[in-house]
């Protein structure tokens, strides 16, 4: 017996019986992202349950969709996933355009691209910052920031906020992008392009952070997919499925003749077409590493998207088109539609009775589905491992309690 | 989308629970026997040619006209719709499922109608029939742990509900 307990301290912690008990964490946890109430039931440090508890931030986002129209809407989608809004607002204007089979002009549709995909760069950015905070290293949560800051200027230009932007709106934009942005948003590209071998360098390949996230919450494919898992999530469980080549023909014709590769790990190893980090020996497809990983080759992804949305926009002399009357009313009928979040696959669906107001308002949040699965990740892991379970999820609370 | 067939498969594996379709709208449907979701679900699920492997939305839609004078125009009779958001990530194909259920349990005002779980035939249904339960009012029966997820648990009525009225009272809170 005594070899053993040299070999691994950890046998230790198994063998001695302790009694239950109930920890609670949160609500206001520094690493929950938000409000969100995780009960643990653990027998020493071993965890055997978890419970999340949600609905803090429930603000009744579907009800009050029943009461205003489609474009009044537009604001309150902001609010679902704060940290990605103009993806928001894409979700839902393309969801009534499906409805009222409306299609933006050439212009319009680049420009989206352009802005959807700079919002993932700052959402993913925020992902790994505060999942470094989340495994107790402060330092890359301020250089993520530091690069989002910029993201969040060019934000602030064209539509006048800096998180709540309202700027993809049903029928097009609700405006162009002032004059000398382009060039403003391509030196930032540049300027942050060797930057990311940095973030590599400070998570990626330290060797504490694949220690807490290498084979640690590891999640098979059946298991993300049963549970309607999307996004990073998704994909870092190796299902090879990305709603911006698989989704529906309105979304996917929006990033028609756009040449990107789905990050996910096909026979053994990433896409590679650029320079990253090779995947640590103790890494498991599906653990906290992975998804991590997704996520950082999602940005250098959007960047080339966004770079050849610019070529495409700059090319596109035809005007951006005006955005539908806010009274403009929608044909009888029901609509579903998913679209690529940073997240996950954010659905929403809208029921009409003719008029410009929603009958039913539906939003099928993504991190509501990954955070469900939890419960099955913690099942027997360390309390210390929890935070690094629910961080890789990468969930947004004001999308999950809408 | 869904393969020659599709639908006789269907009906030969659930004989009867198909009882609408209409695989021309926005996102083709069907309708069947609340009472048949589940068996219609697993068929999906696990025997059908294109395997619906994953449950993606769950959606109540009250089909509730409170104001009587727009009451008398709708062409509907009042009830609670079930929509099943469906896809199959093998095929990449989505399918929309949707079951017609009373307003009321035997028209009794408060008594949610039931209809049975779809949690044994996916797992991350779980979170979506307690989300439509606690603001829509729906009891899906055999369900492992149905209570409210997004409302607190001494909450009163189902907001989203046509004819809910938001309680001028909780806890010492002013409702208005």
């Given at each position: 017996m005594a070899h053993l307990l040299d070999d691994d301290p950890r046998i230790i912690e198994f063998d001695v019986r302790t009694d239950e008990m109930l920890v609670n964490m949160g609500p206001q946890h520094p690493s929950t992202h938000g409000v969100l109430r995780l009960v643990l039931r653990t027998d020493g440090e071993v965890v055997s349950e978890v419970e999340p508890h949600i609905g803090y931030l429930h603000r009744c986002a579907e009800k009050i969709g029943e009461n205003i129209t489609h474009r009044q809407f537009i604001p309150y989608t902001d609010r679902m996933d704060y940290l990605a809004a103009m993806n928001m607002n894409l979700g839902w204007a393309l969801a009534v355009e499906k409805l009222m089979k409306y299609q933006v002009s050439e212009r319009a549709r680049h420009l989206r691209v352009l802005i959807a995909e700079l919002n993932r760069i700052a959402s993913h950015l925020v992902g790994m910052g505060a999942y470094g905070l989340d495994l107790g290293t402060f330092s890359p949560f301020l250089y993520a920031f530091r690069e989002r800051e910029k993201i969040l200027d060019l934000f602030e230009e064209a539509c006048g906020a800096r998180l709540t932007y309202s700027y993809i709106t049903v029928g097009g934009l609700t405006a162009d992008l002032p004059t000398g942005w382009l060039q403003r948003c391509e030196s930032f590209l540049e300027q942050f392009e060797p930057i990311i071998q940095e973030y590599h360098a400070l998570l990626t390949t330290n060797a504490i952070f694949v220690k807490r996230t290498a084979n640690i919450g590891v999640m098979s494919r059946e298991l993300a997919i049963d549970y309607g898992c999307s996004g990073p999530v998704l994909r870092g469980s190796g299902v090879d499925q990305d709603m911006r080549r698989d989704g529906e023909a309105i979304y996917t014709a929006m990033y028609e003749g756009y040449a990107f590769e789905v990050a996910v790990m096909k026979d053994g190893h990433y896409p590679r077409d650029h320079d990253y980090p090779a995947v640590p020996a103790d890494a498991v497809l599906g653990d906290c590493w992975h998804r991590f990983f997704v996520r950082m080759l999602e940005v250098v992804q959007s960047m080339d998207l966004v770079r050849q949305a610019i070529d495409r926009y700059s090319a596109c002399k035809g005007p951006l088109g005006d955005p539908v009357k806010l009274t403009e009313k929608m044909p009888a009928g029901d609509a579903y539609l998913e679209t690529e979040c940073p997240k996950g696959q954010m659905g929403f669906y809208i029921v009409s009775d003719g008029s410009a107001i929603p009958w039913r308002a539906r939003a099928r949040s993504s991190s509501f589905s990954n955070l469900a699965v939890t419960h099955e990740l913690c099942r027997g892991c360390l309390i210390a491992d929890v935070p690094a379970i629910v961080g890789s999820l990468d969930v947004v609370m004001g999308e999950i309690d809408r | 989308m869904r393969g020659p067939g599709f639908l006789e498969q269907l009906e030969a594996a659930v004989p009867g629970a198909v009882v609408g379709k209409n695989l021309e709208a926005l996102d083709p449907w069907i309708e069947v026997a609340p009472e048949r979701i589940a068996d219609v679900c697993a068929w999906l699920a696990r025997s059908s040619p294109v395997r619906f492997d994953s449950l993606q939305c769950v959606t109540a839609v009250d089909w509730c006209e409170p104001d009587p004078k727009k009451a008398a125009k709708v062409a509907w009779q009042p009830h609670t719709e079930m929509v099943y958001h469906l896809w199959s990530t093998p095929a990449r194909a989505s399918l929309v499922v949707k079951a017609k259920l009373p307003r009321w349990q035997a028209d009794v005002p408060g008594q949610p109608p039931e209809i049975p779980t779809v949690c044994g035939v996916w797992r991350g249904a779980n979170w979506h029939e307690r989300e439509v339960y606690d603001l829509s009012g729906v009891w899906f029966t055999g369900h492992p742990d149905l209570r409210r997820i997004?409302?607190?648990?001494?909450?009163?009525?189902?907001?989203?509900?046509?004819d809910y009225e938001m309680p001028l009272d909780y806890h010492g809170i002013r409702g208005r």
């Open positions: - | 997004l409302c607190p648990e001494d909450w009163e009525g189902f907001p989203l509900r046509k």
